[in-house]
Nanobody
């Protein structure tokens, strides 16, 4: 059974940084798979933020986080990270880790994702 557990959320002021972690069990991040981070703010639809093809190393970001967020993974720890810098109030949301059975993130954050974590809250104040 695949489980994804996120951590690292919290409250920060604008301009601050947070690093989210997602530990996977029953699923190997180093195998030919695609991992992603999504977010959902109150009253808004969930949106894909970043994705990572763990074998070929390609990364994908939505325009609003390019240059500020970095997705990475540690195969030894079976963990995916989202480093978030220069945070803005508009980044406030529940952040979810997701895993795909696809061989790569062929469609970036639009790649079908099959497994989801419970989420970790990020709040950015101005």
């Amino acid at each position: 059974q695949v489980q994804l557990v996120e951590s690292g959320g919290g409250s920060v002021q604008a301009g601050g940084s947070l690093r989210l972690s997602c530990v996977a069990s029953g699923y190997t991040t180093g195998s030919s798979q695609c991992m992603g981070w999504f977010r959902q703010a109150p009253g808004k639809e969930r949106e894909g933020v970043a994705a990572l093809s763990t074998i070929i190393g390609d990364t994908y970001y939505i325009d609003s986080v390019k240059g500020r967020f970095i997705i990475s993974h540690d195969n030894a720890k079976n963990t995916v990270y989202l480093q978030m810098n220069s945070l803005k109030p508009g980044d406030t949301a529940m952040y979810y880790c997701a895993a795909s059975r696809m061989g790569s993130c062929y469609s970036g954050v639009g790649t079908p994702f099959n497994y989801w974590g419970q989420g970790t809250q990020v709040t950015v104040s101005s």
